[in-house]
């Protein structure tokens, strides 16, 4: 039901976005709606899987549905961390630095194999994604809003790649994979593709300020203090869990309760209820937590199912 937070312009600039993004995303609605999450949360998303299943095409697609300067990062083993976030160069005309602004300046930033470079390159990104401003030499420069980062990595190939550090796992809000298509979707995939690539003919759905408004009207959904007990809870028995080494962090637990809120406006409702939470667990938190004898990052599977197993102890509010 719409209400005066969550008006019938809203939910078809929503409904928009969405629908753009499925277009040519084939058979993957719930891996697009936790995208479009993380956008209208103003926050970050890590896509991860095995190559060719569509994560560059994803991130092209929401890039895309956004009327803002795209910039694509291909991570590489020789990218330094100035071809990021730019340079000063030397004016011989004036005597005087300038300052060249790098592709991180872009609303939407797609960071394609993010794990194929060196931690010291990786890390020009924390300040950017945590802040949204870089700074060099001393001097600090704001980017644009919105500014998204849409990372992707392929989480089983080992051989020239680096491990991304835990400080900059936490920037994501959240962390999804893909997967295969079925057999029919992959078979309309091929029917799209006749004629050329489609994301190449998609539009924008909505601008930058629209993105921004929205920013704004997900931070004043209602969330009920027994939503806020249940979301520490859970959160608390990943500190306390025999098999974590480290649970989640305080970013981690608002980055919860920032999903669960992005969640509930995209869904139509301006309220939080508790499965948005249960839905949301394992993608925001489970990047976030070391399991027992393991490294950061690493046994993907095995930190989801703990955290699954968590979230299922813990009492759902009525």
């Known amino acids: 039901m719409a209400t005066a937070l969550l008006t019938a312009e809203l939910r078809d600039v929503i409904d928009g976005l969405e629908r753009n993004v499925n277009q040519v995303v084939l058979g993957k609605p719930d891996v697009v709606r936790l995208c479009v999450v993380a956008l209208l949360a103003g926050e970050h998303v890590l896509l991860e899987d095995v190559p060719g299943v569509g994560k560059t095409l994803l991130g092209?697609?929401?890039?895309?549905?956004?009327?803002?300067?795209?910039?694509?990062?291909?991570?590489?083993?020789?990218?330094?961390?100035s071809d990021i976030v730019g340079s000063n160069l030397f004016q011989a005309k004036t005597g005087e630095f300038v300052f060249r602004q790098g592709p991180i300046f872009a609303n939407?930033?797609?960071?394609?194999?993010?794990?194929?470079?060196?931690?010291?390159?990786?890390?020009?990104?924390?300040?950017?994604?945590?802040?949204?401003?870089?700074?060099?030499?001393?001097?600090?420069?704001r980017l644009p809003r919105p500014f998204l980062v849409i990372a992707?990595?392929?989480?089983?190939?080992?051989?020239?790649?680096?491990?991304?550090?835990e400080s900059q796992m936490d920037r994501f809000l959240?962390?999804?994979?893909?997967?295969?298509?079925?057999?029919?979707?992959?078979?309309?995939?091929?029917?799209s593709h006749r004629q050329g690539e489609p994301v190449d003919r998609l539009t924008s759905v909505?601008?930058?300020?629209?993105?921004?408004?929205?920013?704004?009207?997900?931070?004043?959904?209602?969330?009920?203090?027994?939503?806020?007990?249940?979301?520490?809870?859970i959160?608390?028995?990943?500190?306390?869990?025999?098999?974590?080494?480290?649970?989640?962090?305080?970013?981690g637990t608002l980055g919860l309760y920032r999903a669960c809120q992005a969640l509930a406006l995209v869904?139509?409702?301006?309220?939080?209820?508790?499965?948005?939470?249960?839905?949301?667990?394992?993608?925001?938190l489970a990047h976030r937590v070391?399991?027992?004898?393991?490294?950061?990052?690493?046994?993907?599977?095995?930190?989801?199912?703990?955290?699954?197993?968590?979230?299922?102890?813990?009492p759902v509010p009525q």
Do not use: H, W
């Not at 959160?235 to 970013?251: I, K, N, W």
């Not at 869904?267 to 925001?284: C, F, T």
């Not at 399991?291 to 199912?305: M, S």
């Open 60 to 81: 092209k697609a929401l890039a895309r549905s956004v009327d803002g300067q795209f910039c694509r990062i291909q991570f590489t083993p020789d990218l330094l961390p």
């Open 108 to 141: 939407v930033v797609l960071a394609d194999e993010i794990n194929r470079t060196p931690p010291r390159t990786q890390s020009a990104l924390l300040e950017a994604m945590s802040d949204r401003q870089v700074s060099v030499d001393g001097n600090t420069y």
């Open 152 to 165: 992707t990595q392929n989480p089983y190939e080992y051989e020239g790649t680096y491990a991304l550090p």
């Open 174 to 191: 959240l962390r999804t994979r893909i997967g295969y298509p079925g057999r029919e979707d992959e078979r309309r995939v091929l029917e």
């Open 206 to 233: 909505l601008d930058g300020a629209q993105v921004l408004a929205v920013e704004a009207v997900v931070r004043q959904v209602t969330v009920d203090r027994s939503i806020d007990s249940y979301i520490l809870d």
């Open 235 to 251: 959160v608390e028995s990943t500190r306390l869990s025999a098999d974590l080494q480290v649970g989640v962090s305080t970013r």
């Open 267 to 284: 869904e139509g409702r301006d309220y939080v209820v508790p499965d948005d939470v249960k839905r949301l667990a394992v993608p925001v």
């Open 290 to 314: 070391i399991a027992k004898g393991g490294l950061y990052g690493t046994q993907r599977d095995v930190v989801e199912g703990i955290v699954e197993r968590l979230v299922a102890t813990v």
